[in-house]
T-cell receptor, first 111, second 112 residues
């Protein structure tokens, strides 16, 4: 069964304190690993897609990496505006390539 | 460019009432999806469509029906609402080539 597990569930950081979010997955035929950001009361906002082990993508203070079993979202010197829930998802090899989501990591960054 | 829009934004229903949620997109995307998001459960796929006139069941389809009569619209219907359908509903779209999906702002539905 395809599955995505994110850890930790919640993370509190001080402004400037770098850290990483983990996404481990089991899927029969990976069709992309996706990271989204979700603010309260809003829809998920696309951040990155990774397709093969070793691939890395960066955007501002965020960097996503991928191995054969997990992905990391590294946050360097975070700011309060980075506070949000970060969702990880894998593309399923069925159902019109629907996304299978983890439960998310809620990040809070205080100044 | 509005992207993906959803109507209504909020709705309260009584048990047994029916309603239709509308998703509209102006990106000319082939694929459209309906998800529900519940606390502690993550996003789960209800139904999806790979093109105009086609629909298929996802992970949690019971109690819902869908239609895709026009490429730009994907409707989600609840024939007889139940309290278990209290949730936030998201529509998403993607092109046939790239994998990422683009989400609408959501509809918050409460069934009493």
């Amino acid at each position: 069964e395809d599955q995505v597990t994110q850890s930790p569930e919640a993370l509190r950081l001080q402004e400037g304190e770098s850290s990483s979010l983990n996404c481990s997955y089991t899927v029969s035929g990976l069709r992309g690993l996706f990271w989204y950001r979700q603010d309260p009361g809003k829809g998920p906002e696309f951040l990155f897609t990774l397709y093969s082990a070793g691939e890395e993508k960066e955007k501002e203070r965020l960097k996503a990496t991928l191995t054969k079993k997990e992905s990391f979202l590294h946050i360097t010197a975070p700011k309060p505006e980075d506070s949000a829930t970060y969702l990880c998802a894998v593309g399923a090899n069925q159902a019109g390539t629907a996304l299978i989501f983890g439960k998310g990591t809620t990040l809070s960054v205080s100044s | 460019n509005a992207g993906v829009t959803q109507t209504p934004k909020f709705r309260v229903l009584k048990t047994g009432q029916s309603m239709t949620l509308l998703c509209a997109q102006d990106m000319n995307h082939e694929y459209m999806y309906w998800y529900r998001q519940d606390p502690g459960m993550g996003l789960r796929l209800i139904h999806y469509s790979v093109g105009e006139g086609t629909t298929a069941k996802g992970e949690v389809p019971d109690g819902y029906n869908v239609s895709r009569l026009k490429k730009q619209n994907f409707l989600l219907g609840l024939e007889s609402a139940a309290p278990s359908q209290t949730s936030v509903y998201f529509c998403a779209t993607r092109t046939s080539g790239r994998g990422e999906q683009y989400f609408g702002p959501g509809t918050r539905l409460t069934v009493t």
